[in-house]
């Protein structure tokens, strides 16, 4: 529960004032520091939860020397987080705790800061000796406050035209030198295809085969990843490429179940599901303690101060938010393709997601996440048919769409960044 910023609220009766009276200005203005102290006050009041969390521990473990640690996985300010962590100290010790270290204590006491759509939840973990761990939990209403006050900056969303052709493209990597873009390679369903630009246009470099054992799946997929000590790797239902280190280039191809990466911080590598078009929900090495969520199609991280919330689509159309210690469900009008980048604008990090347009088109928007609810900060932009690929770029500052052309039959790619309106 942030302390909502009493600036704009100071702004807004200030720009105001002229109109008024001496009298008047002086009541107005008092009303405002009374509203702006009464907000941080209840934002402040963690007393209840602090007293009802306490006592839970202690009828497990009590009265007696424990070892105690609190990890934060919400979007609580470091004050709240402080002021949390000591209310909660205080009640312990009221309920019989004394605060020992591991080695000294007879139970260990971890509290975890999670919250989810609608509230907070304080998770504990409570181990003492061999017995199998016991948690307590509470959950508090989050305050829709700093939500009311939060006012996105609008962001304008681009789209520059890379590369189009007939044959179905799965994904696009593109290189740059200091001048700019100097090659773009495509993933089609038999070749990848390196094109270099020179003479102000993309010309063909060569083509390399891809060798695979079985015959694709209906709905293909595939994904391009930039590698430092040789050029780029692909990855293919049931089949994963690496390129030679040095030209002219070859393409190795096998069988292979390894993992797709979907990067993040720490990465995380994701199964996909080799004869159908969507991952298993299987994460390696997982989200904190998460190894596992719903079958999805895709998914984004949002970095946080202390941890990375991951969205996933899945294939049932909800969102699935993992911070690393709850798996909270969503069902949002979106689409069944998001990415999520960096940027100066806003937040500092968008995720861009797909949307049905006027038939047969689709759009795609740009949200934060203030909170763990998205706040849309993008006006939609349109594509000339059906998005068929959302993946990042390699240095997660803009994304690589796909759109199946429904006019021309052709498939076209574009690159997606995101600017700063006015």
């Known amino acids: 529960m942030n302390s909502p910023n009493p600036i704009p609220v100071y702004t807004r009766l200030i720009l105001r004032m002229p ?247 720490p990465n995380i590598s994701v199964f996909f599901a080799p004869n159908r078009n969507f991952f298993t929900g299987v994460l390696a090495p997982g989200i904190g303690k998460q190894t596992s969520t719903a079958k999805f199609y895709s998914a984004a991280p949002i970095p946080r101060a202390n941890y990375t919330l991951w969205i996933f689509v899945a294939t049932d159309g909800s969102q699935h938010m993992l911070d690393g210690v709850t798996d909270q469900t969503a069902h949002l009008n979106w689409g069944s393709d998001l990415a999520g980048i960096s940027t100066s604008c806003g937040a500092g990090w968008q995720v861009l997601t797909t949307a049905r347009g006027e038939a047969p088109t689709d759009t795609i928007r740009a949200y934060e996440f203030p909170d763990r609810d998205p706040v849309l900060v993008s006006a939609a932009i349109d594509f000339p048919g059906i998005i068929t690929a959302l993946w990042p770029e390699a240095k997660g500052k803009s994304a690589i769409a796909v759109v199946h052309n429904t006019e021309t039959g052709s498939y076209e790619a574009f690159r997606i960044t995101v600017s700063c309106a006015g």
Request: hydrophobic share 45%; glycine share 6%.
């Open 19 to 265: 109109c008024l009276g001496p009298r008047l200005i002086a009541r107005t203005f008092s009303l405002a520091i009374l509203f702006v102290l009464t907000l941080d006050g209840f934002a402040a009041d963690w007393s209840q939860p602090e007293q009802q969390l306490a006592r839970k521990i202690a009828a497990v473990t009590g009265p007696g020397a424990a070892a105690f640690d609190l990890r934060n996985q919400s979007t609580l300010t470091k004050k709240d987080v402080d002021e949390i962590t000591h209310g909660l100290r205080a009640q312990l010790e009221a309920n019989g705790l004394r605060f020992a270290a591991p080695e000294q204590a007879a139970a260990a006491v971890t509290i975890t800061l999670s919250e989810n759509l609608q509230d907070y939840v304080w998770v504990a973990e409570i181990h003492q000796g061999t017995n199998e761990p016991v948690i307590a939990m509470v959950n508090i209403p989050r305050s829709d406050l700093a939500r009311t006050l939060h006012e996105p900056s609008p962001l304008v969303i681009r789209k520059t035209p890379l590369w189009a052709q007939d044959e179905r493209i799965l994904d696009i990597a593109v290189f740059e030198e200091m001048t700019g873009m100097s090659h773009l390679a495509v993933l089609s369903t038999e070749q990848v295809t390196l094109y270099r630009f020179q003479d102000g246009r993309w010309q063909l470099d060569q083509a390399m085969p891809i060798a695979h054992p079985r015959p694709w799946p209906r709905d293909l997929r595939g994904r391009l990843i930039l590698r430092a000590d040789h050029l780029f790797d692909a990855y293919l239902p049931g089949v994963f490429c690496q390129s030679s280190k040095a030209g002219p280039l070859s393409l190795t191809c096998h069988g292979s179940d390894d993992p797709w990466p979907l990067g993040g911080e």
